[in-house]
């Protein structure tokens, strides 16, 4: 199985290949067309800005591509985001694959919860094969501090200072707002379910 991540301005690109390589899987970093194209599965991972991000993916023509891949697609973090439809991060225009608008948490004076929400929370899943084995509600380390709301393509639920969207499935795009490379047993899980779909 050829597995291809991603290469742009991302800060977390080699915990993820070392995720997967505790999974077997030796992956390609790549930002080439063809190698994405070609590929079994694409992971988009991702820590960064969104404006500097899309700018990378605009100059590399991957913004077109993106959305015309057909294999399984995993975005992560800034990678789920990304995939939405606008972010207020820079006032960012996405991929547009998942018509969903990306937003700043507020402000939460009344139980001093800091933005970026960073370190472990539960999620509550949906049906979905990327939750296969995982029980009851799972925790996952997150680092964000923009979110999804809950929509149609909302796959879990999750709180932190307002109701947000932790996973978003469109057709054969699937994205997680936390990072599964950094979350234990659970994030090994999800990514090995990933490789399975």
């Known amino acids: 199985m050829t597995v291809a991540l991603i290469d742009y301005p991302a800060g977390n690109t080699q915990s993820v290949i070392y995720a997967l390589n505790r999974l077997g899987i030796e992956p390609i970093l790549t930002d080439d067309a063809q190698k994405l194209a070609s590929a079994d599965r694409v992971i988009f991972p991702g820590v960064g800005e969104a404006s500097t991000a899309m700018a990378h993916l ?8 993106i959305p015309t891949l057909k294999q399984p697609f995993l975005g992560i973090c800034l990678g789920m985001q990304l995939l939405c439809s606008h972010s207020e991060e820079s006032d960012t225009e996405c991929l547009g694959i998942i018509p969903q608008r990306v937003k700043l948490f507020p402000k939460d004076d009344l139980n001093h919860q800091k933005v970026p929400h960073m370190g472990w929370n539960t999620i509550v899943p949906n049906q979905n ?36 969207t932790p996973a978003l499935q469109k057709d054969n795009f699937w994205a997680v707002q936390f990072h599964p490379e950094k979350s234990a047993e659970a994030g090994q899980t999800v990514l090995q379910n990933f490789l399975n779909i």
């Open 58 to 65: 605009r100059h590399k023509g991957l913004d077109k591509l």
């Open 129 to 164: 094969p990327l939750w296969q084995g995982l029980v009851g509600e799972p925790y996952f380390y997150f680092v964000h501090s923009y979110y999804v709301e809950a929509s149609p393509y909302s796959i879990a639920e999750a709180h932190y200072i307002v109701p947000f």
